[in-house]
T-cell receptor, first 116, second 116 residues
Framework: AQKVTQAQTEISVVEKEDVTLDCVYETRDTTYYLFWYKQPPSGELVFLIRRNSFDEQNEISGRYSWNFQKSTSSFNFTITASQVVDSAVYFCALSEAGSGYNTLTFGKGTMLLVSP | GAVVSQHPSWVICKSGTSVKIECRSLDFQATTMFWYRQFPKQSLMLMATSNEGSKATYEQGVEKDKFLINHASLTLSTLTVTSAHPEDSSFYIC????????????FGSGTRLTVV
């Protein structure tokens, strides 16, 4: 079974629309970290956020916000007022205490296309 | 801080030749580095975990004789693709665990390998 599921393969929006990228994870560990990364066409991975399993506070950073809900094992990412520069592939990832945080398991990614 | 440099950014080589990719942690010591492979429009798949001063740990299905990993120092890990074939063409990304206590990962900018 997939440990990190990003059910949305591709999302297309028009600039200024809000968009939410879904991430559902699976783990038996009580201690773990969740991450979101952005991969623009150039290929490098850009770190966006890291969230500890004990911290369920939602976080907002500019136009980005994250909703972490342990009850549903979800860690969704919302971009408000999307911009063309947001076009990229976004990966959700999980790191578990059981692996000594030595394994970062990625979801399959969601490609976001923001058109003008 | 916590910068990882990877090079080359891209390389084209002939079938049968070997290619070496370097991954350096510039401002911290990385006892553990990771090598990922990414096919077009797919997720990152962990190939191996590289431990300084010891043998790398390869994921199931990854040929250790084909993908040679050396982690001879605390700041450098190398991946050598030996006797490359066109099917080895891919995007290779390295990452390093951030300094202890930060529970994060820093990624290199990736290497696009094309075997002709």
């Amino acid at each position: 079974a997939q440990k990190v599921t990003q059910a949305q393969t591709e999302i297309s929006v028009v600039e200024k629309e809000d968009v939410t990228l879904d991430c559902v994870y699976e783990t038996r560990d009580t201690t773990y970290y969740l991450f979101w990364y952005k991969q623009p066409p150039s290929g490098e991975l850009v770190f966006l956020i890291r969230r500890n399993s004990f911290d369920e506070q939602n976080e907002i950073s500019g136009r980005y916000s994250w909703n972490f809900q342990k009850s549903t094992s979800s860690f969704n990412f919302t971009i408000t007022a999307s911009q063309v520069v947001d076009s990229a592939v976004y990966f959700c990832a999980l790191s578990e205490a059981g692996s000594g945080y030595n394994t970062l398991t990625f979801g399959k990614g969601t490609m976001l296309l923001v058109s003008p | 801080g916590a910068v990882v440099s990877q090079h080359p950014s891209w390389v084209i080589c002939k079938s049968g030749t070997s290619v070496k990719i370097e991954c350096r942690s510039l401002d911290f010591q990385a006892t553990t580095m990771f090598w990922y492979r990414q096919f077009p429009k797919q997720s990152l798949m962990l190939m191996a975990t590289s431990n300084e001063g010891s043998k790398a740990t390869y994921e199931q299905g990854v040929e250790k004789d084909k993908f040679l990993i050396n982690h001879a120092s605390l700041t450098l890990s190398t991946l050598t693709v030996t006797s490359a074939h066109p099917e080895d063409s891919s995007f290779y990304i390295c990452s390093a665990r951030r300094p202890q206590g930060s529970y994060g990962y820093t990624f290199g900018s990736g290497t696009r390998l094309t075997v002709v």
